[in-house]
């Protein structure tokens, strides 16, 4: 097992928890990297504040002739797991009185305010209630997603021909829901919130969460852009991702597009941001401190409260071939409950793709972080939902 301990601030022990299921979760990670399932595997769990497992399985590359262990302090995209960082964001504005989460899209993005997109508001984006299409809508003949609709009008756009209006092209592909009657999961919703921050605060939504989130609570390696320090530690996932890495190492800058220009302007807040397991974790802890971290507060303990209870009850989800009649969410956060898992009824998480999750047990007082960068295109279960059960199994 090509296996490197991560920094920790206490033994199993001194935080109630079994030593021996650590070896249990190793050897699950080598399980699913000798099954050819992950590339490899990294880890940071915390209770009451304090890490006591960290660690990283596997190789950093791809290519299965370079032996470079994969490291604690790699770093990783994270995805949708921005999402719940963008859903703090969101809250920090309300509890400054800018934002509150019954606001009609419409009345800060003027696109949104016509008919159906005028019935959408800041909650229903940040619960996937919206009514717009969700991710998993590919598979709907001759639909075409609000992504592709930008891209085509970014293709075509000429700045002499007036004001850039992204938004509308995109939102000319409608609604396939109405507000409230369907959990669809909507990554482009939370790209709209990225809007709406920018909106009312005049700044970039990634500068906001910067300036207000990620500096304060010293999360160091956590980026919406890489630098070349932070691409000698990325993961290497692709020969492409190989190719873009060693540029940025090399100060090697490849010209860039008027389109690709055009995409930078579009909010990466639905799953742009970069980390570590230890750098999310003191996200977690920041959630788990009802909205503080050590000396520093980032939110206040009700706006806490409020994103991390459950609000939907009664609301289906069927993306990507569920038949869920009562879908447990909270306002940015999922809520996932059922026979699979171990953790308490208080918990709430946030997967990323490719695959990331970020799981925080008020209950136990437990965060856990973890990659699992699966081969291909390809999704497993076990390297998710078995993860949390092995995780919190250790609770004596």
């Known amino acids: 097992?090509?296996?490197?301990?991560?920094?920790?601030?206490?033994?199993?022990?001194?935080v109630g928890y079994d030593t021996s299921r650590?070896?249990?979760?190793?050897?699950h990670f080598q399980t699913l990297i000798d099954q050819k399932k992950v590339q490899a595997a990294s880890y940071c769990v915390s209770r009451y504040g304090k890490t006591f497992m960290h660690g990283a399985i596997g190789p950093l590359s791809f290519r299965e002739d370079r032996a470079d262990p994969?490291?604690?302090?790699?770093?990783?995209?994270?995805?949708?797991?921005?999402?719940?960082?963008?859903?703090?964001?969101?809250?920090?504005?309300?509890?400054?009185?800018i934002l509150r989460f019954d606001i009609p899209v419409g009345a800060i993005l003027e696109p949104f305010n016509v008919d159906p997109f005028n019935k959408i508001d800041i909650y229903s984006l940040l619960t996937h209630t919206s009514g717009m299409f969700p991710d998993c809508a590919e598979s709907i003949p001759y639909h075409k997603s609000y992504w592709q609709l930008i891209g085509e009008y970014f293709e075509k756009y000429n700045p002499e021909s007036g004001d850039l209006d992204w938004i509308t092209a995109a939102l000319s592909c409608g609604v396939n829901k109405k507000v409230g009657e369907?959990?669809?999961?909507?990554?482009?919703?939370?790209?709209?919130?990225?809007?709406?921050?920018?909106?009312?605060?005049?700044?970039?939504?990634?500068?906001y969460i910067e300036e207000q989130i990620l500096k304060p609570l010293g999360m160091k390696d956590t980026v919406w852009e890489l630098t070349p320090e932070l691409a000698r530690r990325a993961i290497i996932r692709k020969e492409r991702h190989e190719k873009r890495l060693n540029d940025l190492i090399n100060g090697t800058q490849p010209e860039i597009?008027?389109?690709?220009?055009?995409?930078?302007?579009?909010?990466?807040?639905?799953?742009?941001?970069?980390?570590t397991p230890a750098d999310?974790?003191?996200?977690?802890?920041?959630?788990?401190?009802?909205?503080?971290?050590?000396?520093?507060?980032?939110?206040?303990?009700?706006?806490?409260?409020?994103i991390t209870t459950r609000t939907l009850y009664g609301v289906p989800d069927y993306c990507w071939g569920a038949n869920n009649s009562d879908r447990s969410y909270g306002i940015?956060?999922?809520?996932?409950?059922?026979?699979?898992?171990?953790y308490s009824t208080t918990s709430y998480l946030h997967e990323g793709a490719g695959a990331?999750?970020?799981?925080?047990?008020?209950?136990?007082?437990?965060?856990?972080?973890?990659?699992v960068p699966f081969t291909g295109d390809n999704w497993y279960a076990e390297g998710l939902f078995n993860v949390t059960n092995i995780i919190w199994s250790g609770l004596i």
Not at 336 to 341: K, L, S, T
Not at 356 to 371: G, H, K, N, R, S
């Open 257 to 275: 597009s008027q389109e690709e220009q055009l995409w930078n302007m579009v909010s990466s807040t639905g799953g742009g941001l970069i980390s």
């Open 22 to 27: 650590i070896e249990v979760l190793n050897a």
């Open 280 to 306: 999310l974790i003191r996200f977690a802890n920041m959630l788990l401190g009802m909205g503080t971290l050590g000396d520093t507060r980032i939110v206040g303990r009700k706006a806490v409260e409020k």
């Open 70 to 97: 994969l490291l604690p302090t790699t770093v990783h995209n994270i995805a949708s797991i921005t999402k719940a960082v963008t859903s703090v964001a969101v809250a920090k504005l309300v509890e400054d009185g």
């Open 182 to 207: 369907e959990w669809q999961y909507c990554s482009f919703g939370f790209c709209m919130l990225g809007e709406i921050i920018k909106k009312v605060t005049g700044i970039t939504a990634e500068q």
């Open 332 to 342: 940015g956060l999922d809520m996932r409950r059922g026979p699979a898992f171990l």
């Open 356 to 371: 990331c999750c970020m799981a925080i047990d008020p209950t136990e007082q437990l965060a856990a972080v973890w990659f």
């Open 1 to 14: 097992m090509l296996h490197t301990p991560g920094v920790t601030d206490c033994s199993p022990a001194e």
